[in-house]
């Protein structure tokens, strides 16, 4: 046996930074759960994303799950090409993934998008 369950929905992800980040905070609360003894609650939305850049210096954040969810971390509309998010994907990124996501302290941008959002997604 395979150990997998038929009925577990079989989705495509993305095979981004992004996504295993997402991802492994999921798998990380339910280990903790797991080891405690309690039921498991963490499930994993799909979320991918997609960096464009389409000009100098401009780039679209293109950030989504499942069925096409639409998944902006920031409150403003991320297909606009900016400034902002091309210093993100240049400056900002590179450093979450060497020095969190490799060490297993970044858990993808969930906590900001809450934050950004006012706890409103």
Same mark, same amino acid.
């Given at each position: 046996?395979?150990?997998?369950?038929?009925?577990?929905?079989?989705?495509?992800?993305?095979?981004?930074?992004?996504?295993?980040?997402?991802?492994?905070?999921?798998?990380?609360?339910?280990?903790?759960?797991?080891?405690?003894?309690?039921?498991?609650?963490?499930?994993?939305?799909?979320?991918?994303?997609?960096? !464009? #850049?389409?000009?100098?210096? =401009?780039? &679209?954040?293109?950030?989504?799950?499942?069925? %096409?969810? $639409?998944?902006? +971390?920031?409150?403003?509309?991320?297909?606009?090409?900016?400034? !902002? #998010?091309?210093?993100?994907? =240049?400056? &900002?990124?590179?450093?979450?993934?060497?020095? %969190?996501? $490799?060490?297993? +302290?970044?858990?993808?941008?969930?906590?900001?998008?809450?934050?950004?959002?006012?706890?409103?997604?």
């Amino acid at each position: 046996s395979s150990g997998i369950n038929a009925e577990w929905p079989l989705r495509p992800g993305g095979k981004t930074a992004a996504k295993v980040a997402a991802e492994s905070g999921v798998l990380y609360e339910n280990i903790q759960k797991l080891m405690k003894g309690e039921k498991l609650s963490g499930s994993y939305n799909g979320y991918t994303s997609c960096p !464009l #850049t389409v000009g100098d210096n =401009k780039l &679209v954040l293109a950030e989504f799950g499942y069925d %096409g969810a $639409i998944l902006e +971390t920031f409150p403003f509309n991320q297909a606009n090409p900016m400034w !902002l #998010t091309y210093f993100l994907k =240049k400056e &900002v990124m590179p450093p979450l993934y060497w020095h %969190g996501l $490799i060490k297993g +302290t970044w858990r993808g941008p969930g906590v900001f998008r809450k934050l950004a959002h006012l706890g409103t997604v």
